[in-house]
């Protein structure tokens, strides 16, 4: 069975920094591709971030280029995602990914003074 959790959310000031995990188990890690996206009330879901299975490649969503940072550690089975110099903009349910087996529960992230 796919279970992804997510951890590190919660409320930040502006330009402040988090750092998402999520722990995967029930299937092969270090063998899958993986993501994350957001969604915000009334807004269209948005990739964010994805990472390719050995980490070697990473694409970002030009919102948070250059202050969201994918990573994983697939000794681990754990997927990140640093995130720096945020913005209100920033603040949504932040989903953890893996494309055709399934996505975490979701942790809120706001952004706000």
């Known amino acids: 069975q796919v279970r992804l959790v997510e951890s590190g959310g919660g409320l930040v000031q502006p330009g402040g ?20 996206y957001r969604q915000a009330p009334g807004k269209e879901r948005e990739l964010v971030a994805a990472i390719t299975s050995d980490g070697a490649n990473t694409i970002y969503a030009d919102s948070v280029k250059g202050r969201f940072t994918i990573s ?10 640093q995130m720096d110099s945020l913005k209100p903009e920033d603040t949504a349910q932040y989903y953890c990914n893996a494309p055709r087996r399934g996505r975490g529960q979701g942790i809120q992230v706001t952004v706000s003074s």
């Open 72 to 81: 994983r550690d697939n000794a681990k089975n754990t997927l990140y995602l």
């Open 17 to 36: 920094s988090l750092n998402l995990s999520c722990v995967a188990s029930g299937f092969t890690f270090s063998g899958s591709a993986m993501n994350w």
